[in-house]
């Protein structure tokens, strides 16, 4: 297997993999169908610069991937950007290869 790569912005079918992977933890009761479309609302209603998924890909497909939050942090009269992580998972078969951290 070729090393991973970085992808900033993952396409829906990437975006549905991941939701997939991650259904048991955060699909709250939702069938699979449910909570890809739930994802897929978040992601449109958001906005790419509030909140993408991210991930690691080979030839093979998909192997980490993670939600990416923008934020604006504001304390004592100033702001910054800051970044949020979230719904980190790794293939079940890639999993203990390093794909998380290098992700994170």
Do not use: C
């Amino acid at each position: 297997m070729s090393a991973p790569r970085y992808v900033p912005l993952l396409d829906r079918s990437a975006i549905d993999e991941a939701a997939r992977q991650n259904q048991a933890l955060w699909g709250y009761g939702r069938s699979e169908a449910e909570h890809l479309e739930h994802t897929a609302a978040q992601l449109a209603h958001a906005g790419p610069e509030l909140l993408r998924y991210v991930g690691l890909v080979t030839e093979q497909g998909l192997v980490a991937a993670s939600k990416r939050y923008g934020l604006l942090f504001r304390a004592g009269g100033r702001e910054a950007r800051v970044l949020g992580i979230g719904a980190v998972f790794t293939k079940e078969s890639e999993r203990g290869k390093g794909h998380a951290p290098a992700l994170i």
